[in-house]
């Protein structure tokens, strides 16, 4: 989150926005992307988050086109989430580009 963000709302406020903005979020239009960030502060907000809970893992984002508001994964109903993962399996499952139902493996 910019600097200049938090000057004007607060956290809850700009986390409501990204929910706000995951139900508007439409799976078959989507845009999607992942990137290593905190599992526990995805968005990076919390800037005192104990050393404890900074655990880095994958984490999925998508938004609507044309928009800057990325959501986590997370921040999706449901329904969102799981069309997400069926339409963009390839892309996001990991490694990368790996598909779970490739029987290259000697099987």
Not at 34 to 54: K, S
Request: proline letters at 6%; a negative charge; one cysteine or more.
């Amino acid at each position: 989150m910019k600097e200049a963000e938090t000057d004007q709302m607060t956290v809850e406020q700009w986390l409501a926005t990204r929910k706000e903005a995951g139900l508007k979020i439409d799976p078959e239009t989507a845009e999607v992307d992942w990137t290593y960030a905190l599992t526990l502060d995805p968005y990076g907000v919390y800037r005192d988050l104990p050393e404890e809970y900074q655990q880095v893992g994958r984490e999925y984002f998508a938004r609507s086109p044309g928009s800057d508001i990325w959501v986590n994964f997370g921040d999706l109903p449901e329904a969102t989430e799981k069309a997400l993962w069926e339409k963009h399996k390839r892309k996001l499952a990991f490694p990368a580009g790996f598909d779970r139902t490739d029987k290259t493996c000697g099987e």
